[in-house]
């Protein structure tokens, strides 16, 4: 996703192994996917590395020196492409967990609505 107007994923590394089988999508996708992909984001450095003995992953590096990994492993090239395409969607923030269901800037000063309120 491009934040004002700045798209945030730099490099995008397939990694794969060339005698797995669990690299038999990602090889797929490798032929052909991976070339309208890399023609579509000019803007994107896609780099393949061949690792052997490992499971395939996908890794996203962002402008904020932030990283995601996606396993890859056991998918066909259709899937895997749809994690490519989210992988360059995100901004690359860290997940940040709610602490509350409720999020507000004014809380209520009678306390928080429950269901066990006894009349």
């Known amino acids: ?15 794969y192994c060339d005698w797995g089988g669990s690299s038999r999508g990602i090889r797929a996708f490798m ?3 991976l070339p309208t992909l890399k023609e579509n984001n000019p803007q994107l ?8 003995g490992q499971h395939p992953h996908l ?9 995601r990994v996606i396993c890859v492993k056991n998918m066909t090239p259709e899937d895997i492409l749809l994690h490519a395409t989210r992988l360059r969607n995100a901004l690359g923030r860290k997940v940040v967990k709610l602490r509350t269901r409720h999020v507000t800037k004014h809380p ?3 306390g928080t609505w429950t269901t066990a309120v006894k009349f």
């Open 45 to 52: 450095e896609v780099v393949t590395e061949l690792i052997r």
């Open 59 to 67: 890794k996203g590096l962002y402008k904020n020196h932030n990283q």
């Open 1 to 15: 996703m491009a934040l004002r107007g700045v798209w945030q994923l730099q490099k995008l590394i397939v990694s």
């Open 31 to 33: 032929e052909t996917h």
């Open 108 to 110: 209520s000063v009678q």
